[in-house]
T-cell receptor, first 113, second 112 residues
Framework: GENVEQHPSTLSVQEGDSAVIKCTYS??????FPWYKQELGKGPQLIID?????GEKKDQRIAVTLNKTAKHFSLHITETQPEDSAVYFC????????????FGKGTHLIIQP | DGGITQSPKYLFRKEGQNVTLSCEQN?????MYWYRQDPGQGLRLIYY???????QKGDIAEGYSVSREKKESFPLTVTSAQKNPTAFYLC???????????FGSGTRLTVV
């Protein structure tokens, strides 16, 4: 089955700096790569996603890049703000989503004032 | 507004007791999922259902059971066979052919 590795597990950055979280996956047939943000005591919320036919996607301060050859994708957050503090999960869909997304173990992003 | 509703938000279970977590969606999604979340473990798939009256085991189905009698509802029962049920449980749904998941707000289950 699919194996998803997410790094780092904790990331602390100064407010206004950029944050980068990286995930690697094992199944070269994987075709969909979403990122979720989870605030304390809440369910994850989809913040951005990318499909395998695209190399980069941007939405205001967040962007995702995909390297299919190396089988990794990254979340980039620029000009970080206190409300960006949360746990971020990457996920991979290996084929039609029949058995659910496979998630990374999460990154706790801490924005230092 | 469309969404997924999980209830209760907090649930306490005594040893040897079965408890049922509710998940209802009004998004007209065909697929529904149950995940368990433990600290440092990410999200692990318990059960999923693609259509009414059909469901499959995920990675950690032992000690859990589900039903899918209606498209809108996918309740999860945590049985007494689940020896370590204390966790945060998340329900999600997605449209057929779509990959994006919508999550509920979760149920925190604690054994007392």
């Amino acid at each position: 089955g699919e194996n998803v590795e997410q790094h780092p597990s904790t990331l602390s950055v100064q407010e206004g700096d950029s944050a980068v979280i990286k995930c690697t996956y094992s199944d070269s047939a994987s075709n969909y790569f979403p990122w979720y943000k989870q605030e304390l005591g809440k369910g994850p919320q989809l913040i951005i996603d990318i499909r395998s036919n695209v190399g980069e996607k941007k939405d205001q301060r967040i962007a995702v890049t995909l390297n299919k050859t190396a089988k990794h994708f990254s979340l980039h957050i620029t000009e970080t703000q206190p409300e960006d503090s949360a746990v971020y999960f990457c996920a991979v869909d290996s084929g039609g989503g029949a058995d659910g997304l496979t998630f990374g173990k999460g990154t706790h992003l801490i924005i230092q004032p | 507004d469309g969404g997924i509703t999980q209830s209760p938000k907090y649930l306490f279970r005594k040893e040897g007791q079965n408890v049922t977590l509710s998940c209802e969606q009004n998004l007209n999604h065909d697929a529904m999922y149950w995940y368990r979340q433990d600290p440092g473990q990410g999200l692990r798939l318990i059960y999923y259902s693609q259509i009414v009256n059909d469901f499959q085991k995920g990675d950690i189905a032992e000690g859990y059971s589900v039903s899918r009698e209606k498209k809108e509802s996918f309740p999860l029962t945590v049985t007494s066979a689940q020896k370590n049920p204390t966790a945060f449980y998340l329900c999600a749904s997605s449209a057929t052919g779509g990959n994006g998941y919508t999550f509920g707000s979760g149920t925190r289950l604690t054994v007392v």
